[in-house]
T-cell receptor, first 111, second 115 residues
């Protein structure tokens, strides 16, 4: 079983749609959680951190369920520029500084 | 914000040669640098963790004699791919955690093609 699992997609959605991505992680000792965005042939860039209380940044909402070891990302009012691969990232258990990346979910927003 | 500068961005080399990739932290001191590799349509896989002034820690399955890591200063870490082969062709990315910043800063990546 992979440490961090994501549906690879692609998710093809029209502009303005709401889309949700899910992620599960296997290490219950993981402490920090992130969503990163990666454009083709570019480095990952932090989209947002994820907290148990849930957090929102504009059109993006992230949720963490520690009991289920489940993380979600909701994108509202999709823009063409949201097209990218979204990476679910968790710290590696007790090795606090090391990151484990999910395989990514590809989003394509169409006009 | 914290910036990691990575060079070169793209390199093509012949089989059997060595390639050095540099990552510099521009406005902060990176005591720890992480090196990742990403094959097409796959996720980033941690190769090794380099710590300033000490030996790097390699992930299982990564050959330390093939991927030489040097972290001689608080602002520079290098990865040298020795005796490169076509199967080493990949996207190599470095990353550092900036103190006080809830996240990790990534270099812009190096696309290595071995012919």
């Amino acid at each position: 079983r992979k440490e961090v699992e994501q549906d690879p997609g692609p998710f093809n959605v029209p502009e303005g749609a709401t889309v949700a991505f899910n992620c599960t992680y296997s290490n219950s000792a993981s402490q920090s959680f992130f969503w990163y965005r990666q454009d083709c042939r570019k480095e990952p860039k932090l989209l947002m951190s994820v907290y148990s209380s849930g957090n929102e940044d504009g059109r993006f909402t992230a949720q963490l369920n520690r009991a289920s070891q489940y993380i979600s990302l909701l994108i509202r009012d999709s823009k063409l520029s949201d097209s990218a691969t979204y990476l679910c990232v968790v710290t590696r258990g007790n090795a606090g500084n090391m990151l484990t990346f999910g395989g990514g979910t590809r989003l394509m927003v169409k006009p | 914000g914290a910036v990691v500068s990575q060079h070169p961005s793209r390199v093509i080399c012949k089989s059997g040669t060595s390639v050095k990739i540099e990552c510099r932290s521009l406005d902060f001191q990176a005591t720890t640098m992480f090196w990742y590799r990403q094959f097409p349509k796959q996720s980033l896989m941690l190769m090794a963790t380099s710590n300033e002034g000490s030996k790097a820690t390699y992930e299982q399955g990564v050959e330390k004699d093939k991927f030489l890591i040097n972290h001689a200063s608080l602002t520079l870490s290098t990865l040298t791919v020795t005796s490169a082969h076509p199967e080493d062709s990949s996207f190599y990315i470095c990353s550092a955690k900036f103190a006080g910043y809830n996240g990790y800063t990534f270099g812009s990546g190096t696309r290595l093609t071995v012919v």
